[in-house]
Structures are given as structure tokens and as C-alpha cells.
């Protein structure tokens, strides 16, 4: 039998939130990165829209994101060979019956990103040519919203966390954890891992890993979303569109590598799994589709799922366990894990390191109490056995 290997820090699951932690945290210290599957990013991170918009979100959110931008729009020397965001725009949309919402949410989106001004709907039309004179009633534009390059920002964080000494072991799903002597023991089929901290970037499994330690887990709740890829309308360029969001949350569409992307926005409790779109979801995204458009949709090229996972108050959980400090929180990323990750994956490094939340951060408005696990506690067992 081979060795523990002893490190300082094991970050488990190699998503966006586990790459950028080990990213940030293998600045100061000696990170073991553990991905059950065999290669990082299969879950949630591999399956998202893929947008950064500053409008989207609960206040906590949505100042993440703002601390977010410049590593964005700016990363390092060295991190990625291409702009890790590209120009998209975003457009809500409202039927007649929404109006009112529509203009408090353009009152709320305004006063956290003053470019969001109030278009006409035959404004609207002029940009996404598809949209219904008939269903449309009124509309706001984000124009600062962005494309991310997942993928780009992923490895990334995964390159650049190589090169700051820490290890990715893929193929290694978490199967116990003890504690030993004041160190955490890590079994996976991939070897065994000893090390003082542990940082919980699990995703929909935080809960279980979390049992698994024997910290009482968080009430983390896995919300399936669908996708699904049809043909651009014929002979349209499509590649300019912004992307078009219904105010209610009922679906949402964009243009995605020469082909549409659409969404129900949907929302369905799951337990943590390999999630698979179900075709009535994808029914419902298409009939949405239609009403709001002329496109008539005649063939899906492509549908999957994924699990955004929130704790009760729609805030990420980041920073020690109030019971058990040497484990450390990093999950409840939601439907935002992508653009929040850079500043979210700074704030888990500096509770480590004991240097309290980043400067920058705080002067978004961002408080440790905003997203310390203490705030959710549930009885131990209570989200597993339900
Ligand atoms: C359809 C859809 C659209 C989205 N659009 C956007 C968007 O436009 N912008 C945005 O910012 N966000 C978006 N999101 C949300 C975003 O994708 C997530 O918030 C983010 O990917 C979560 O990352 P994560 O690392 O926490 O989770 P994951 O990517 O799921 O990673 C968790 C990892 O932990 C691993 N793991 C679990 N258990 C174990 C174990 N026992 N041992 C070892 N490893 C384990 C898993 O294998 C997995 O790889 C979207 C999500 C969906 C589904």
C-alpha cells in the first residue's frame, strides 16, 4: 500500500469553484486538488450559458460579480491565451401583462448598473429581428453584459494552479474522511490524503461531503436547469444577438458557436446527479420559444442539463465551518459559479490564510456575515435523508 500523501490544503472537486480556489489558495500554500470523474469541469461547470451579466442574481450576487470583472476582463499575464470576455449585450423582455415587473426590475437593475437604460419594443426587434411585434410590450438592455469563455477561465485556473506547485488528481472520488491528530484523512481510490484543511468546492455533493467529515451540511438544494441547441433560423446571422431574457425567469435564448441556445430557465429539485435533460422540459423551452419568436423549432441538435445548487437565501457559502474551522466552505454558487468565481475564489484563499475578506470586495458592499455557513444552519443529516 502506497504512502499517504501529506499536503496543506485539499480542495475537493475540480469545477469552476474548486480550480479557482486551488488557484488562489496555491499562491501561499500546497494544494491536492480531488475530482471524482475523470477529467475536471464534467458537471455543472461544463454545462452552463456561459454569460456574465450584472443584472442577474440577489444583491450578494450581483456585488460578487462586480468584484469579479477586472480579473475578467484583465487576468493575469499568462492566464489565458484569448480575451476571457466577448461582447454579447443582454435584452429583457416583458408580454403586457409583465410590465410592472418590468419596471421594477429596471428600477432595481438601475441602480446597481447605471448603463441599463429602457429600449422600445420596436428597438428590441431591430436587434433580435425574430422577436414578436405582438408579444412584446416593453424591454430594458444591459449592454455591458458579456460572453465568458468557460472553458478558458477553467483551465485557466487549473494551468495556473500546476504551475504554483498544486497537484489535480482526477479519477478520485472522496470516499471517507477521517480526522486524525489534528489532520483530515482523505480515501480515495486514487491514493489517501492527509492535510490540516479541508475546502469543500463539491458542488451539489457539498452536503454529503460535508456528512462525510462529520460537519452538520448546509440544506445545499440542487435546482435542475435544461438547455438545448437548435439550428439558427435559416440564412440569418445570428452571431450579433444579445442575449434575450424573459423578466419572469420563463426562458431565456442566445447565440452559442453558430447556433442558438435556449433555456426554460427552469428549476427542479434534484438530489446531486449526472442530470440529463427530460423532454418535457425541453417541450416547454421550445413552446416558450415559439410564442415569444418566429422561429419555428424543427429539430433540437443538442439538450442537457445541469445542477445549480442554492442554499435558502440564494447566497454562495464561503469560509470556515462555525463548528469545525479547519473545514472550509466553498458552495450555493447557483446559476452564477462562472462569473462570481474570481472574486468568490479570493475570499475562500484569504479566510484561509486568516487575512479576512479582500479589500475590494468589501468595498462592493460584500460582508463575511453575507456568506459565513453559520447564517443556514440545519439539523445534521436533515437534506440527505429527505
Ligand atoms: C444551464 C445552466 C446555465 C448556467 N449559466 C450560468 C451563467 O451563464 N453564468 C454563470 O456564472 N453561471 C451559470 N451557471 C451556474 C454555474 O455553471 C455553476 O454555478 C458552477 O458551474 C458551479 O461550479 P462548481 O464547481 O461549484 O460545481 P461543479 O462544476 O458541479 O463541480 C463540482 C465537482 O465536485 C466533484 N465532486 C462531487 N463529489 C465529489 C467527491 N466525493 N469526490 C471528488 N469530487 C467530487 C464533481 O464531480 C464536480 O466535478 C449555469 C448552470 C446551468 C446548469
Not at 484563499?349 to 479576512?356: D, R, V
Request: net charge negative; proline share 6%.
Amino acid at each position: 500500500m502506497s504512502a499517504a500523501e501529506e499536503t496543506d490544503v485539499i480542495v475537493i472537486g475540480g469545477g469552476m469553484a474548486g480550480a479557482g480556489a486551488a488557484f488562489e489558495i496555491s499562491r501561499s500554500a500546497k494544494v491536492v486538488l480531488l475530482e471524482r470523474e475523470s477529467h475536471c469541469g464534467y458537471h455543472t461547470t461544463g454545462r452552463s450559458a456561459a454569460s456574465f451579466t450584472e443584472n442577474y442574481g440577489n444583491g450578494v450576487i450581483r456585488r460578487i460579480v462586480l468584484a469579479s470583472r477586472s480579473f475578467l476582463t484583465e487576468p493575469p499575464a499568462g492566464f489565458s491565451d484569448y480575451p476571457l470576455l466577448s461582447k454579447r449585450g443582454m435584452i429583457t423582455v416583458a408580454r403586457a401583462d409583465q410590465l410592472e415587473l418590468l419596471a421594477q426590475d429596471l428600477k432595481a437593475a438601475q441602480a446597481l448598473v447605471p448603463s441599463i437604460v429602457a429600449m422600445t419594443p420596436a428597438e428590441a426587434i431591430q436587434r433580435v429581428p425574430v422577436l414578436r411585434a405582438d408579444y412584446l410590450a416593453g424591454a430594458y438592455i444591459e449592454p455591458h453584459s458579456m460572453d465568458i469563455d468557460v472553458n478558458g477561465l477553467h483551465q485557466g485556473f487549473l494551468r495556473g494552479a500546476r504551475a504554483r506547485g498544486a497537484r489535480i488528481v482526477t479519477n478520485a472520488g472522496v470516499k471517507v474522511i477521517d480526522r486524525q491528530g489534528g489532520q483530515w484523512r482523505v480515501d480515495t481510490p486514487a491514493g489517501t490524503f492527509l492535510a490540516p484543511r479541508i475546502v469543500n468546492a463539491a458542488g451539489a455533493w457539498g452536503d454529503e461531503i460535508a456528512v462525510m467529515a462529520g460537519v452538520r451540511p448546509v440544506g445545499l438544494q440542487p435546482k435542475r436547469r435544461t438547455a438545448f441547441n437548435i439550428p439558427a433560423p435559416a440564412g440569418v446571422d445570428i452571431s450579433d444577438w444579445p442575449l434575450v431574457h424573459d423578466v419572469g425567469a420563463e426562458f431565456y435564448f442566445k447565440p452559442d458557436a453558430g447556433q442558438l441556445f435556449v433555456s426554460p430557465a427552469d428549476a427542479t429539485l434534484s438530489p446531486p446527479m449526472d442530470a440529463y435533460a427530460e423532454d418535457i422540459d425541453v417541450a416547454i423551452g421550445a413552446e416558450r420559444l415559439e410564442r415569444a419568436t418566429t422561429i419555428e423549432v424543427q429539430r433540437v441538435s443538442r439538450s442537457w442539463a445541469g445542477l445549480r445548487t442554492f442554499v435558502t437565501d440564494g447566497s454562495p457559502v464561503v469560509g470556515p465551518d462555525d463548528e469545525v474551522p479547519d473545514f472550509v466552505w466553498l458552495v450555493g454558487q447557483g446559476g452564477y459559479g462562472i462569473k462570481t468565481s474570481p472574486a468568490l475564489s479570493r475570499v475562500c484563499a484569504s479566510l484561509i490564510a486568516g487575512t479576512g475578506m479582500p479589500d475590494d470586495v468589501a468595498r462592493q458592499g460584500v460582508s463575511l456575515d453575507d456568506l459565513t455557513p453559520h447564517r443556514l444552519r440545519v439539523s445534521q443529516f436533515a437534506r440527505v435523508a429527505s
